[in-house]
């Protein structure tokens, strides 16, 4: 979803319980114009994790966004894992880095440039 020329902002898909309580998020950007979307992270607490609801956040996302080239952000071990998984139960390639489209890679360009900027 475009916030400026060329820029797209980070979406949020949640799970919650019967409650209300979010047991679950999964942060992504997308890029229509270039066909790619990114996984930034995928978060379920301890207690509800290993029942499935990572890969169901995955699914609903690449539901909602068909026909896209999908990679990830770099991953501690334990993602790494569950995104091989995921690669091979849906056939998209969730590696870190490519295919980042230019418009999602200058926004977090900038974002690094401001976060390590000298101080004067």
């Known amino acids: 979803m475009p916030t400026a020329a060329g820029q797209r902002k980070t979406n949020e898909l949640f799970l919650a319980d019967r409650n209300g309580i979010m047991i679950g998020r999964l942060r992504f950007s997308v890029c229509r114009d270039c066909g790619t979307g990114r996984v930034i992270d995928v978060w379920v ?3 509800w994790q290993r029942q499935g609801l990572g890969r169901e956040l995955v699914h609903a996302v690449f ?5 896209l080239q999908w990679n990830t952000t770099a991953q501690p071990l334990p ?37 390590v900027k000298p101080v004067a």
């Open 63 to 67: 539901l909602r966004f068909p026909g």
């Open 45 to 47: 607490p301890d207690e």
């Open 79 to 115: 993602g790494r894992l569950f995104f091989k998984t995921m690669s091979e139960e849906t056939s998209a390639p969730l590696q870190p880095g490519h295919p980042l489209c230019p418009h999602v890679a200058e926004r977090f360009t900038r974002a690094w440039r401001r976060a």
